[in-house]
């Protein structure tokens, strides 16, 4: 269907952004209308494509093995790195998101006043970067395609930001440089060690990966796949970002412009995710699910990683609960939110691990992570395919079938409700100049059509049921709890508190006795109602809130698609 | 695909959508409209109604399906997990046909009243688009084939509760008990989550694919057997055992039982006919219905008629009976006459609770529906009352009597009784609003379960009978309820006989009693009353009705006069078998399930108990309040027969709510504050951030400072290189963008030189 375009769709998708960039940044100083119009006509194009590529891939799924949109071009031959690019369900929906975001982030930049073509060229130039990231199928690729998307948003918040812009920009861009430095490493050696950045060949070959006598480069096989790994986890977690490597978020999203803001929820938190997704998992199956020691206590990192994601949604919640700041409130919503996608990602992980220990005749590694007790002196194949026949491994991989597609439907479902929630937070700071909590409260009568879109867009944020937060959460906790128990109970915490961060956040803004201050700052300062751009910016997302309430096999269909090649079965 | 909506199979698709259509259409087009908004949400409910009626003839009469075996629904794909998909759908059975009779038909006399007792409020419409919602909410939470569905109805009806019992928003009362409603059962609803969560990996893992159907897992003996012999993943018992209770703490937090009761008696704070919706036709009404629904599940395992009770089970009758009975005796205590009321629902909802603790669900749906209607009726009533009196306040000081400020409390005050709301400022009302007194005392008759007449009087003893018959055979559990469940019967009787008699009876002791709102019919009353034998003695003043406040009375009193012919008449079709010969409620309902409960043989006993306990009680009542009526300035009698201690605990509602706000959310609030953000984010984590950071930049420090003491004295070359290093090496922390990337682009095209001479 794309045989009008000369060059593969994929690349276009990356290069039109990436054009359009250069292209915005050099339009004439003076027509500052010209660069957000150009922009926007561009992202609404990208946004066309990656419509097309969710719809190819939902009408005709990629077979286990192969990409849709495959293409493969020589790049880097010193290396063994080529141009290789392909989506599955999991990228696709990620596609999606970044295009339905991005129109909507540039439309609300239009209130930008400053070095308009700058700004413009800078968020066309992120997009690419977050799509290459999502449709690399190379290391090298995906590595600089994940740079890149770090650059642009730190000029956004270090130019365009609130008062405190200098700190929060180099607490972000230190934060997420520390992370890549141990992807970089970690990539660099793996690539090496199996002589392919390309990703189907380091699947193939590092998890069984055994130098001769168990080192390399002078060192244990074990202790280098266990750093190695630890540099791919930490890159990540810091992405998504999961207690406690979370304390640049509130920083960046506080001093961030709104736009920035949303894309910043919105997308690059779930670049972690699906880093997780699309190497730290498959690449390490049994570095998840060995048993290690720490002081006679036995663990793996399965479980750390699921004890990092409740601390991440229960003290994201309350933290959110302790804010006065009105984005700093919003901004920790997002580790609460993001703490659950962590938890449906350790259930991938232990799941992934067991499979794969399992067909690979690992079976004490099967044994340790499905809690087998093999008494002495007995075959340990032997016991663990009784206790743990396939009909039961197959039933827990339907479960972990249900966690991870909750897992992924979560991270488009965050990215539609925090990108609506820092637009109506961005929308309010920008009119009333402050986001104090404390002084605000009666707004709803001021700003009657703003304190309705709050409501509901808070409601989708809290998982209220008929709308998108709930389906990912309850497929979560529902694709957890056998694995998890007491891990969920713990997260019931948090999501009662979900509850009452958000309520507050409300209550503070909307309800209480008229006010008269705002009252005559709306009469004569600044109009404090939402206006009709941003009206029309967050009207997409609301529909798909309500849409994807009520019938998330829209979107889930392809994401079931994509979890299907990921778990097998 | 050709599809007949108005076929049974689909029809309870419209059912729920006309309300939500409503919603939808009030909120996006005719909100500045307040009465297009009131006749789009009539139309709405209005067209639910009358499906709902098709329906039901479809179920009872016209239809040829085996009920039990075969119910009437549709579904449809809805999420694809694995290899399988989930399906949602809808499903009509005879339990949600029974259902369909009251909550469309309460809903829309709550609608009509609206009108009348919202009448010129400046958010009219968008309090008949949250009812709207609210409606449809529960409706789709009753039509609902699986667990999820369900759930989705549950929890929109939450947030309904929340938007609509802080409705006046600008009052911090009434948005705090907002949130305090929706926080109070969020405590139970996720906990719920994860037990419909659990229940769907069992399915799931049962079946091989997902489903949450109620026809697959609760009439499906395998499935449930299967849910017995599974251990539970936590806590130890079966699955099915920790599921039961699972789900039951969501109806905790619902229906308002101990200890997550402490929401209800603040709900008040919404407008009057939303107290209607959450305590007949909607929300309270949900968590009981749920349990009923679920009962096959949380009774699995169990044989009840034997003394074997399942653990949810036993949770349900103990907190029932405690609620019950604990509830009841708040009810006594109290002066706000929608708190009493609010009590009361309490207690009347334990009673359901516990009559399915022993195994009762026949009688607890049957006692849900009656107690739908009468409560409703009872609370609309002393919404006409509240309004009259507040109009009585306006008059009186037209009349020059002095101005009595609301001196309102900041925020909720456990003890604050808004004085239109006060029974000992109210007196001498029947000749006010006849109407709404007569109708009231049928409704209050109903709920004390005057024998014989009236709907309560017939659930309220069913419940009583069976419990009666489980502790005659020597169990505890029903022994128990039983026993709560009497000196609560005697309880209720007296509290409702309090509250009548103390709003309706003898002399107004106020002011605004006396000028108090009139109702329809007043002058008709007037001039039978100057007629009779009383009126000789104090004869009434006629006088004139405004035009404008007839036509809101009539919205307000003709919804009550349907409710009351209801209150009395609903229980006519549940009596049971042994004394009419015939009993089609029970024989309809028994249909729901395969498992034909044996029915107990009628006993004389339990009646006879209820009737004294009820009859004592009015009669009490009657003998304190009505004969002789509480007068100005006299000490309410029950007051003084408690003493101010206990009279105090009770107005304080036995210290509950202040216990958990001192101890559980005010602690959690300051360990959010200090704790989680002040020491771990900011000292803890960022504070080890920033060591790390001016350890650098001290280094950085340490090497310009080399740089000019040791290397500026050797040499001037290679200083100067070195001195450029240290500098940039110092800017890192100061994070300039355009080093980082040199630095990154530098150490790439280092490692690919590396890589290039590795791999030649």
Redesign the interface.
């Known amino acids: 269907m794309f045989d009008f375009i000369p060059v593969d769709v994929l690349t276009t998708l990356i290069l039109l952004p990436l054009l359009g960039a250069a292209v915005v940044f050099v339009l004439p100083r003076d027509r500052d209308d010209a660069a957000r119009w150009a922009a926007l006509g561009i992202s609404l194009v990208v946004l066309v494509l990656a419509i097309a590529v969710f719809y190819d891939v939902q009408a005709d799924p990629p077979a286990p093995g192969e990409w849709a949109f495959e293409e493969q071009v020589e790049w880097f031959p010193q290396i063994n790195a080529t141009w290789h690019v392909g989506v599955d369900g999991l990228s696709a929906t990620m596609i999606l998101l970044t295009g339905i975001l991005m129109p909507l982030a540039i439309l609300i930049s239009f209130e930008v006043k400053e070095q308009v073509q700058a700004h413009m060229a800078l968020f066309l130039f992120l997009q690419a970067g977050m799509l290459g990231v999502f449709v690399a199928l190379d290391m090298m690729i995906f590595f600089v395609f994940w740079e890149l998307g770090l650059v642009p948003m730190y000029f956004l918040i270090f130019l365009w930001g609130g008062e405190n812009r200098r700190y929060a920009a180099n607490k972000f861009f230190l934060y997420t440089m520390a992370g890549s430095l141990g992807l970089l490493l970690a990539s660099q050696f793996i690539g090496y060690t199996v002589g392919s950045f390309d990703f189907s060949v380091m699947f193939a070959e590092w998890p069984a990966y055994l130098a001769s006598g168990g080192k390399v480069l002078g060192l244990d096989i074990n202790v280098v796949k266990y750093y190695a790994l630890l540099g791919f986890v930490i890159a990540f977690l810091i992405k998504i970002p999961a207690w406690p490597f979370h304390t640049w978020l509130p920083d960046a999203h506080t001093e961030a412009p709104t736009a920035g803001s949303m894309i910043l929820a919105g997308v690059l938190l779930k670049l972690g995710a699906y880093g997780f997704l699309r190497l730290a998992i498959p690449l390490f199956p049994q570095e998840w699910i060995i048993e290690r020691q720490l002081f006679s206590l036995s663990y793996n990192l399965v479980d750390v990683l699921g004890l990092l994601a409740v601390a991440g949604i229960v003290f994201g919640a309350l933290a959110a609960w302790g804010q006065t700041d009105f984005k700093r409130l919003v901004a920790y919503s997002s580790v609460n939110h993001m703490g659950f996608v962590v938890l449906g990602l350790a259930v991938a992980a232990l799941m992934y691990g067991t499979l794969w220990a399992n067909t690979n005749g690992e079976y004490a590694l099967v044994a340790g992570a499905a809690g087998i007790d093999v008494p002495e002196g007995e075959k340990i194949s032997e016991v663990v395919q009784a206790a743990y026949p396939v009909e039961r491994l197959e039933q827990d991989r339907d479960k972990a079938n249900i966690a991870l597609n909750g897992a992924v439907l979560q991270m488009f479902n965050h990215g539609l409700s925090s990108a609506g929630m820092f637009l109506l937070a961005g929308a309010l700071y920008h009119k009333a100049h402050t986001r104090d909590l404390r002084r605000f409260g009666g707004l709803w009568d001021i700003a009657p059509v703003f304190g309705a879109l709050l409501i509901f867009v808070s409601m989708a944020s809290l998982g209220l049921p008929g709308l998108n937060g709930f389906v990912g959460e309850y497929l979560i906790v529902a694709g957890s709890v056998k694995f998890y128990a007491p891990y969920v109970l713990l997260s019931m915490l948090g999501l009662i508190v979900t509850g009452i961060y958000i309520l507050k956040g409300i209550q503070k803004l909307l309800h209480g006795p008229v006010n008269q201050e705002w009252v005559e700052y709306d009469r004569t300062q600044h109009r404090l109602e939402i206006s009709r751009r941003e009206v029309i910016a967050i009207a997409p997302l609301v529909v798909l809130i309500l849409i994807t309430g009520l019938y998330p096999n829209w979107v889930l269909q392809v994401i079931n698609d994509g979890v299907m090649r990921f778990l097998g079965g | 695909m050709d599809i007949n909506w108005l076929d049974a199979d689909y029809l309870p698709w419209l059912i729920l959508f006309f309300p939500l259509l409503s919603f939808g259409i009030i909120?996006l087009f005719t909100a500045r409209n307040h009465v297009l908004s009131q006749a789009v949400a009539l139309a709405g409910i209005g067209i639910a109604w009358v499906l709902s009626l098709i329906e039901f003839a479809h179920v009872a009469w016209i239809g040829d399906l085996e009920l039990g075996k075969e119910v009437y629904g549709s579904t449809t794909?809805?999420?694809?997990?694995?290899?399988n998909?989930f399906e949602m759908g809808v499903m009509v059975d005879p339990l949600t046909a029974y259902m369909l009779l009251m909550v469309p038909l309460a809903c829309l006399m709550i609608f009509i009243y609206s009108r009348g007792y919202m009448h010129g409020d400046a958010h009219n419409s968008r309090f008949f688009a949250y009812i709207s919602l609210f409606a449809g909410a529960m409706l789709t939470l009753v039509l609902a084939d699986n667990l999820?569905l369900l759930?989705?109805g549950?929890?929109?009806m939450g947030?309904c509760s929340?938007?609509l019992i802080?409705f006046w928003?600008?009052k911090?009362s009434a948005?705090q008990a907002g949130?305090k409603a929706?926080?109070t059962t969020?405590?139970g609803d996720?906990?719920m989550?994860?037990g419909?969560?659990?229940l769907?990996?069992e399915a799931?893992?049962f079946f091989?694919a997902?489903t949450l159907s109620f026809r697959d897992i609760l009439y499906n003996d395998a499935m449930l057997e299967h849910l017995v012999q599974t251990d539970a993943?936590?806590f130890g018992g079966s699955a099915a055992g920790l599921i039961g209770v699972l789900l039951v703490a969501g109806t905790i937090g619902k229906s308002s039982q101990f200890p997550l009761h402490v929401w209800l008696p603040d709900a008040m704070e919404g407008p009057t006919p939303v107290s209607a919706m959450i305590h007949a036709a909607t929300m309270v009404s949900a968590g009981v219905y749920m349990v009923v629904r679920m009962f096959p599940l949380l009774s699995a395992g169990a044989d009840y008629h034997h003394g074997d009770f399942s653990t949810p089970m036993i949770v349900m009758g103990v907190i029932g009976a405690i609620t019950a009975l604990g509830a009841a005796i708040l009810a006594v205590g109290q002066n706000d006459i929608k708190r009493i009321l609010a009590y009361s629902t309490i207690s009347q909802l334990g009673y359901m609770v516990a009559a399915l603790g022993v195994g009762a669900w026949i009688a607890a749906v049957f006692h849900l529906v009656n107690h739908a209607f009468f409560k409703a009726l009872l609370f609309m009533c002393s919404g006409v009352v509240i309004h009259s009196m507040e109009h009585g306040e306006h008059q009186a000081e037209e009349h020059g009597y002095p101005h009595e400020p609301h001196d309102e409390p900041d925020g909720l005050v456990m003890d604050y009784c808004a004085p239109p709301n006060d029974v000992q400022r109210m007196g001498g009302l029947a000749h006010r609003i006849p109407v709404t007194a007569i109708t009231m005392a049928l409704g209050g008759l109903s709920l004390a379960g005057f024998p014989l007449l009236t709907a309560g009087f017939w659930s309220k003893d069913e419940i009583i009978a069976e419990a009666w018959h489980g502790a005659g055979e020597g169990y505890m559990l029903p022994l128990f309820v039983v026993l709560a469940l009497l000196i609560a019967a005697g309880l209720t009787a007296f509290y409702t006989a309090r509250m009548w008699f103390l709003t309706f009876w003898g002399q107004p002791r106020t002011p605004a009693a006396h000028y108090a709102g009139q109702g329809s019919f007043r002058r008709r009353w007037v001039r039978f009353w100057n007629r009779s034998r009383w009126g000789q003695q104090a004869a009434l003043e006629d006088e004139p009705l405004p035009a404008a406040d007839r036509g809101i009375m009539l919205h307000m009193e003709m919804p009550l006069v349907v409710l009351a012919v209801l209150a009395v008449v609903a229980g006519f079709i549940g009596i049971h078998k042994d004394i009419l010969g015939v009993n089609p409620l029970h024989d309809f309902l028994v249909e729901t399930t395969f498992d034909h409960a044996d029915v107990l043989g009628f006993s004389l006993l339990p009646m006879l108990a209820s009737i004294v306990l009820a009859l004592g009680g009015l009669g009490l009542g009657y003998w304190v309040y009505g004969l002789r009526p509480l007068k100005q300035g006299q000490v309410d009698p029950t007051e003084k027969a408690l003493g101010p201690g206990i009279w105090r605990v009770l107005q304080n509602r036995f210290y509950i709510d202040i216990l958990y706000r001192d101890y559980l959310v005010r602690p959690?609030?300051w360990?959010?504050?200090n704790i989680?953000?002040q020491t771990?984010?900011k000292e803890t984590?960022?504070g080890v951030?920033e060591t790390v950071?001016e350890t650098f930049n001290g280094l950085g420090e340490m090497c310009k400072r080399f740089n000019r003491v040791v290397i500026d004295g050797v040499g001037d070359g290679i200083p100067q290189s070195i001195g450029e290093f240290a500098g940039w090496f110092r800017q890192q922390?100061?994070?300039r963008?355009q080093q980082?990337?040199l630095f990154?682009t530098l150490?790439l095209l280092a490692?690919?030189a590396l890589?290039?001479i590795?791999?030649r």
């Open positions: 909120v794909g809805w999420l694809d997990l694995g290899k998909t999820l759930f989705i549950w929890e929109v947030f929340y938007a802080g928003s600008h911090k948005y949130v929706f926080m969020r405590v996720v906990l989550l994860v419909i969560g659990y769907l990996l799931s893992a091989g997902p993943v936590i959690v609030e360990f959010a504050v989680v953000i771990i984010d984590i960022d951030l950071a922390q100061t994070g963008i980082y990337l990154v150490a490692l690919g890589f290039l590795q791999v």
